[in-house]
């Protein structure tokens, strides 16, 4: 729809000026890495312990065992129903995304095993359009969460989500409800979940699936909230704690069962997947 | 460019097509046809103008509460309070009435009407505390066989320190979780704003219908605007993006029907637009009596798992 595009000009006008910082750089304590220092040292910084964003497949490549990843649902793909355009329009965005990542959405699921254990895995990718849920991330959940009943095994799920995807309208906002009928199901099968929340963790994502884990863990330092502390500065403005969102405040206001770094999350999964295996 | 430029630019191009020399073997029909359908398409839709009247007429000040239904559509009503946890949430009204003889439970966002209240009810945007009441008093529904209505009306969750504190991503997804095993006949109402997380929280119903003129989105047209545009100044813009009115939610399957509104609004006249309301209301209460329990929840959860358009 032509009336909607708007003058390009607005983005040049509005745009905060960016500071760029190569995202190899740690912002943390400025410790500078190679991309494959990072990659074995599974994107935390040596120095600081920092957790730099990882990427969908180096995590399952890090959780499954060797070949044993299977993905399934990649041809699930986002339309635009809504033919949206802001500054640019959805489908340019998203077949950037594509080109710029690899992959198809910002959910990668499928079966895998884990110390021999056999797991269903889905795992949220940052990097695709900061990891929002539209359609398509909802029917993959959801398809994970059936598959997990099917095969009778564990579903671990790893978030990392700016939320819902505005440019699909309400349709994103239904994906909420939509997740969570498919993770009542699951419970009603009684199949474990396991979330796993990694930086960040916000909105319609922690306000639907990512928050009805058996178990909860997240990485040290993820912001986990509703609302960032932005948006809840600006609308309130109320002076907001040091540590306002992030995962220890989670921890210590009870929304979560531990906080674990990456280094040991595996260890902690296959723990309480031999816990929750079937006798 | 306006809508009526567009239509006017759109027939331009179709005569232009229609009038062309056609070689042999060539496809214009095609191009013609899309063009079409864009036209048709074009003069059923909700026009930007329509939807940002929607937007303005869902905040109205004059706007019907929930309170302001309650009173005009129930009888004996009983307003349950607070969260048996910590606190009492005057963003969200719960309690129990009896509908036509009825007895049904009811939870719904209030806004304010004066400075004072708007305040003590945070302008309609609660707590995780009101959540926690009202899967509390939707639970008493669902013990008892009383049939849940739930009237939405919030520019969201509310967005502050203690809210996060106290768990309000988690709040909304329990509520949404608890709202799906619900072995009792649901339906809401979009009365208002139908404001994003805070609202589907209490939205996950058997039926869900829109009064006319309410909206219902993922974001406030505000808040899409900033992110999106950088500048919430873009808002109207960002409304004819997302089309948060009812006739796209209803094209969209995302409600099951639209309540009409008295001429001009609901705030032109709160005892008709209540009992248009009522009377949508008990239609979809009578539907919902045919199925039982199981089939109820069965259906539910059918209905939400199908929402959504990918490839």
């Known amino acids: 729809m032509t009336e909607a595009r708007i003058d390009v000009q607005v983005e040049h006008r509005h745009a905060p000026p960016v500071e760029q910082k190569h995202p190899n750089t740690c912002p943390k304590c400025g410790s500078h890495y190679r991309d494959d220092e990072l990659d074995a040292a599974l994107w935390v910084c040596g120095h600081c312990g920092h957790h730099f964003p990882m990427r969908a497949r180096a995590r399952i490549a890090w959780y499954a065992d060797p070949g044993s990843f299977v993905e399934e649902a990649a041809g699930v793909r986002s339309d635009d129903p809504l033919e949206f355009f802001d500054l640019r329009p959805y489908a340019e965005r998203l077949a950037e995304a594509e080109l710029n990542t690899g992959l198809g959405e910002a959910i990668v699921v499928g079966q895998a095993a884990m ?51 505005m440019q699909e309208g309400i349709l994103s906002l239904m994906q909420l409800p939509k997740t969570v009928c498919a993770i009542e199901d699951l419970h009603e099968a009684r199949v474990p979940l396991f979330v796993v929340m990694a930086h960040p963790t916000t909105a319609g994502v922690l306000a639907s699936f990512a928050s009805l884990g058996d178990v ?33 405040q989670n921890l210590r206001f009870g929304h979560l069962d531990a906080i674990v770094p990456r280094a040991d999350q595996r260890a902690y999964l296959l723990r309480l997947l031999r816990l929750f295996a079937p006798a | 460019m306006s809508s009526d430029e567009h239509e ?129 008093v939707m639970e008493i529904g669902a013990r008892f066989g009383f049939p849940i209505v739930s009237l939405v009306d919030t520019p969201g969750a509310y967005p502050g320190v203690a809210a996060e504190q106290h768990g309000q991503g988690g709040a909304i997804a329990r509520s949404q979780a608890t709202m799906v095993r619900l072995g009792v006949p649901t339906i809401a109402c979009i009365i208002g704003e139908g404001g994003s997380g805070g609202a589907v929280a209490i939205a996950v119903c058997d ?85 039982d329990a199981e089939d109820l929840v069965r259906r539910r959860r059918a209905k939400f798992r199908g929402m959504g358009v990918f490839a």
């Open chain 1, 115 to 165: 110390d021999g254990h056999p797991v269903q895995l889905a795992v949220m990718d940052f990097a695709f359009m900061g990891g929002s849920m539209g359609s398509a991330v909802g029917e993959k959940l959801s398809r994970a969460c059936d598959a997990a009943v099917e095969r009778s095994v564990p579903l671990v799920a790893v978030t990392s989500s700016g939320g819902a995807r």
């Open chain 2, 207 to 291: 039926r869900v219908l829109m009064q006319e003129n309410a909206i219902y989105s993922v974001i406030t047209p505000e808040g899409c605007a900033a992110i999106l545009w950088r500048d919430a100044g873009e808002a109207k813009k960002a409304a004819a993006a997302f089309k948060p009115d009812a006739r796209h939610c209803l094209d969209l399957g995302v409600v099951d029907g639209i309540v009409p509104e008295p001429p001009g609004g609901a705030q032109t006249d709160h005892d008709e637009a209540a009992r248009l309301l009522k009377a949508a209301l008990a239609e979809s209460l009578e539907e919902l009596d045919q199925t």
């Open chain 2, 8 to 136: 006017l630019n759109l027939r331009q191009r179709l005569s232009g097509l229609s009038r062309l020399p056609l070689l042999r073997g060539a496809r214009v029909s095609g191009e013609a046809e899309r063009l079409e359908q864009q036209l048709a398409r074009l003069q059923a839709e909700t026009s930007d103008e329509e939807i940002w009247r929607s937007v303005e007429l869902a905040r109205h000040p004059d706007r019907p509460y929930t309170l302001d239904y309650v009173e005009r559509m129930l009888d004996d009503w009983v307003e349950l309070h607070g969260d048996r946890g910590r606190a009492d949430d005057g963003a969200m009204v719960t309690g129990i009435g009896s509908l036509d003889g009825r007895t049904v439970v009811v939870i719904g966002n209030q806004k304010g009407r004066d400075v004072k209240e708007r305040i003590a009810r945070q302008f309609g945007m609660p707590y995780p505390e009101g959540y926690v009441k009202a899967m509390r």
């Open chain 1, 216 to 248: 909860t863990i997240a990485e040290p330092g993820a912001l986990i909230a509703f609302t960032g502390p932005r948006v809840v500065q600006q609308t309130t403005r109320e002076k907001l704690p040091d540590d306002f969102g992030l995962a220890e």
